[in-house]
């Protein structure tokens, strides 16, 4: 049977199932919810008696921990939709690829405007982290970097047999963007062959444009160019996760 490209009818049916089968998974919504709030909360204690330094790499990792969060979760689920055998079910049905990327897309871009949220606000409001921009505007960065997570989650889950495969490919997805994304040292500074990987690596721009609101009162052109190329990313990779995704795992 032949199916329309996207129907928003059967993605937001999809997402809804998605959002119910969540709801019953304390485990995963505490992962995705509280786990990273707890991570700031610990950042912030551990620099108790300099707080400038969680001023200087709060805003950053505001970015990056929904990124990994996000990416782990939606890899696993995805996988597990698979490996029982529900994706074969539900592609049987009238429901294309597309609708299927559609619609986890938008059930954990929803749990990340929730995560995004929490975080911001604890960071700024609980933690007082000290930034020169608007933090409406940390709050669009990190929920851009959720769902940048969520789409290089669906992408990997296309490659990996089982759950345990999709969490071995954070270590070659998640751990070099990690290193070369500037939280440890400016990459401009870095060599060359590095400083020219990492303009390439999605995460680099969240922990650009999340060092512009924090630097910046106003909105910049390079923050207009980071948050540019993370939609163009999430995009793309949601894009081609949805050209890959298989009915079965091999």
């Known amino acids: 049977m032949t199916t329309a490209p996207l129907s928003p009818a059967r993605t937001a049916a999809t997402a809804a199932r998605v959002l119910r089968q ?38 950053s990792l505001l970015g990056i921990f929904p990124l990994i969060t996000m990416f782990l979760v939606t890899s696993i689920a995805t996988l597990r939709e698979r490996t029982s055998g529900t994706l ?47 933090p409406w505007l940390l709050l669009l960065v990190a929920l851009l970097d959720a769902v940048l997570g969520t789409a290089l989650g669906l992408f990997v889950s296309a490659f990996a047999a089982s759950e345990f495969q999709a969490v071995q490919f954070m270590p070659a997805v998640i751990f070099p963007q990690l290193l070369l994304c500037g939280l440890f040292t400016p990459r401009d500074q870095m060599h060359p062959v590095l400083e020219a990987v990492s303009d390439v690596l999605p995460m680099s721009y969240a922990v650009d444009g999340m060092n512009e609101v924090q630097q910046h009162a106003g909105i910049t052109g390079d923050f207009v160019r980071d948050v540019l190329v993370m939609v163009g990313c999430a995009l793309l990779v949601l894009a081609v996760g949805a050209a890959t995704l298989r009915r079965r795992t091999a």
């Open 22 to 59: 969540l709801r019953n998974d304390p485990r995963t919504i505490a992962l995705l919810l509280l786990v990273p709030c707890l991570l700031l909360l610990l950042l912030r204690y551990v620099f108790d008696g300099s707080p400038e330094t969680f001023d200087g790499i709060g805003a």
């Open 88 to 134: 074969e079910r539900l592609l049987a049905l009238p429901l294309g690829k597309a609708d299927f990327i559609a619609g986890y897309a938008l059930a954990f871009g929803t749990l990340a405007a929730v995560q995004s949220l929490l975080t911001t606000g604890l960071a700024v409001l609980g933690l007082g982290l000290d930034v020169t921009g608007s």
